[in-house]
Each structure stands twice: as C-alpha cells, then as structure tokens.
T-cell receptor
Framework: DGGITQSPKYLFRKEGQNVTLSCEQN?????MYWYRQDPGQGLRLIYY???????QKGDIAEGYSVSREKKESFPLTVTSAQKNPTAFYLC?????????????FGEGSRLTVL | KNQVEQSPQSLIILEGKNCTLQ??????????LRWYKQDTGRGPVSLTI?????NTKSNGRYTATLDADTKQSSLHITASQLSDSASYIC???????????FGKGNQVVVIP
C-alpha cells in the first residue's frame, strides 16, 4: 500500500542528545514537510522540501535540521539546540511542489525529553 | 495572529446526534480549504478539500460548506458515531505561497 511511514513511533531522549526521526514515502510525491504539533496549538511548519537536494526553513526551524538526498526520504534531526523538543512530529507529502494538492500525513513520532 | 480560527474548541455529543464545527479564516488570496480528522496519537486524514468555486462537499456522513465571501467554512457530522471522536482540523492555503495555515482543531467527543 502507498503511504508515508514514520519511525520510531515513540522516542525518548536525554537532554543534550541529537535524535533523528525517519520519514519515508512511496507515493512518488515531490514535496515533503515536517510539522510539529503541541497540545492546544495548530500544526507548525519546521522544514519543507519541494525537490531532491533542496529544502527550505519553515516557521520554527531553529534547533532542527533535515536532508533530502532521495525523493522518498526526508529525515528530521532534532538537535540539542532545540530547547523544548518534547512534541508530536508529523511528516507529510504532496504531489507537486505547491499546496493545491492533497496533503498526506504519516502516523507521527512522539518525542519526549527526559 | 492565527489566520484560521475554529469553534467550538471542544464539544461533547450523544451518539446518533448531529453537530456542526466552524472555521473562520483571514487568508488571502484564498486557494483552498481542507478539513482533516485526527484521531488521538495518529496522523491527520483528509476529509474534504474545497476550492473557491465549491460551496459544499460531502464525504460520507461529513459535509463541508464554504462561503468564500465571508471566509467561513463549516463541517457537519450527521448521525455521529463513537468513531467520530477526534480532533477536526481546518487548513487553508493561499495563492503564491507554499505554506498552509492550520487551525487549532475542534475536539469532538461522542458518548453513547
């Protein structure tokens, strides 16, 4: 089945550690996105990529990094510079590079800092 | 200032009853409006997507309406089921921008 796979589902991190969240899609979508979701808030854009080897900062990129070496993969690294990383992270993709197409989401990764 | 406002923030409804969720937006120039359903701990799933020229769209027991003049949308749930318990998120996009504006969601709890 086509879709977006995020892993791990749950992740615990000690302060000062970097962690990488995986996002893989087999929908042949061009654009991929990372969002952060906190209780009582709307989704906030961290990074997005419209084509391979290119990505753009979103509204809350500080403390995060990404790469887009393959069309189907868009991993997110939460670095130690992110001061409040505990959150639910959602990866999404859409065909084409704009926002007119349907946005497909993965099941999310919940990161907790101990 | 949030460009997408949803109301009510939360509501509890009896199984079998109908309910309507509201979404007001200030995004301009408008491109499309989407409604997503998000179960607790899961990723959002698309229910409907409407462009400027569409004023209603249905997906099973879910019916979305759009008034682009007043910049308002509603999502109507008919004959609610326990599985409708979820957060419903309104998302708006606009021309010339690669971003989406997300509402905070309407939290719906259906009780037997």
């Amino acid at each position: 089945d086509g879709g977006i796979t995020q892993s791990p589902k749950y992740l615990f991190r000690k302060e000062g550690q970097n962690v990488t969240l995986s996002c893989e899609q087999n929908l042949n979508h061009d654009a991929m996105y990372w969002y952060r979701q906190d209780p009582g808030q709307g989704l906030r854009l961290i990074y997005y990529s419209q084509i391979v080897n290119d990505f753009q900062k979103g509204d809350i990129a500080e403390g995060y990094s990404v790469s887009r070496e393959k069309k189907e993969s868009f991993p997110l690294t939460v670095t130690s510079a992110q001061k409040n990383p505990t959150a639910f992270y959602l990866c999404a993709s859409t065909i084409g590079g704009g926002t007119t197409g349907e946005l497909f989401f993965g099941e999310g990764s919940r990161l907790t800092v101990l | 200032k949030n460009q997408v406002e949803q109301s009510p923030q939360s509501l509890i409804i009896l199984e079998g009853k109908n309910c309507t969720l509201q979404c007001n937006y200030t995004v301009s120039p408008f491109s499309n409006l989407r409604w997503y359903k998000q179960d607790t701990g899961r990723g959002p799933v698309s229910l409907t997507i409407m462009t400027f020229s569409e004023n209603t769209k249905s997906n099973g027991r879910y019916t979305a309406t759009l008034d682009a003049d007043t910049k308002q949308s509603s999502l109507h749930i008919t004959a609610s089921q326990l599985s409708d318990s979820a957060s419903y998120i309104c998302v708006v996009s606009w021309h010339g921008n690669n971003r989406l504006a997300f509402g905070k969601g309407n939290q719906v709890v259906v009780i037997p």
